[in-house]
């Protein structure tokens, strides 16, 4: 696909840090891109914005890619930086995303309760297995970010 008519996820820019691609950028020019970035069919990214960042450094016109349809693009979103190496800050800021998201799936309240075929959502349990945490770390990241923010 032509680098010109990706686009970048807004709701990435939200909720990750923008990290150091130096050495990312190094290695897609020695051993060109090893996995294809996930777009959607009007070409956003849902994974592999950095991978996008840095062939556009390069200069590159096309790129490899991978189209999907998700249900939910920032869910998908999310999903796909799973295993990625997160700050706290990235952790709160993909709960407070997933959070609401998995609100507006769902719902809230007692009707919601109807969605979930009478089952009740513990929503830090589902949020911390979604966000690849522990329920105590998201906890702790949560109280933190609420008491001292400047400790995060």
Known sequence: MKVSVITPNQTNDEIYDKTDLSSLVGSIAENGLLEPIVVTKTGTIISGHRRFAAVKELGWEDIDVRIVEPENEIIAL????????KTEKDILRESRFL?????????SGRNAAKNRDGKKL???LELAKN????????KQL???????????
């Open 99 to 107: 959070e609401k998201e998995l609100k507006k799936r769902i719902g």
């Open 122 to 124: 513990h929503m830090d």
């Open 78 to 85: 999310i999903e796909h930086n799973r295993y990625r190496s």
């Open 131 to 138: 966000l690849n945490v522990g329920v105590t770390k998201l």
């Open 142 to 152: 949560r109280s933190i970010e609420n008491y001292q923010p400047q400790l995060i």
